[in-house]
Nanobody, 124 residues
């Protein structure tokens, strides 16, 4: 199983990015996928998760509003739209997947698979 995160880059404050996470090797039709990020010197932070079967999203209360998670069943891909980017959004963004429907989707330790991360850098 592989998760391939992409779509990061250098963007000016106020800009937008769309991150993708392509899953290969299996589907997660009964599971949960999520996005996390980690900035230098900081702990990993939960952003959002999605229940694959019905697309129901869950968001961090701290980040809700600028982030939108979605999935493309046909492409087995999870997306994260990020708007109104701020310098403090600079981090490596990781996708993760679980074969189970997670109640504690905000806890990175319960996920089964992780992508390699994609760097997002926001300049002021």
């Amino acid at each position: 199983v592989q998760l391939q995160a992409s779509g990061g880059g250098l963007v000016q404050a106020g800009g937008s990015l769309r991150l993708s996470c392509a899953a290969s090797g299996r589907t997660f039709s009964g599971g949960t996928m999520g996005w996390f990020r980690q900035a230098p010197g900081k702990e990993r932070e939960f952003i959002a998760a999605i229940k694959w079967s019905n697309g129901w999203p869950y968001y961090s209360n701290n980040l809700k509003g600028r982030f939108t998670i979605s999935r493309d069943n046909t492409e087995n891909t999870m997306l994260l739209q990020v708007n109104s980017l701020k310098p403090e959004d600079t981090a490596v963004y990781y996708c993760a997947a679980s074969v189970r429907t997670l109640g504690n989707y905000y806890n990175g330790r319960v996920y089964d698979y992780w992508g390699q991360g994609t760097q997002v850098t926001v300049s002021s």
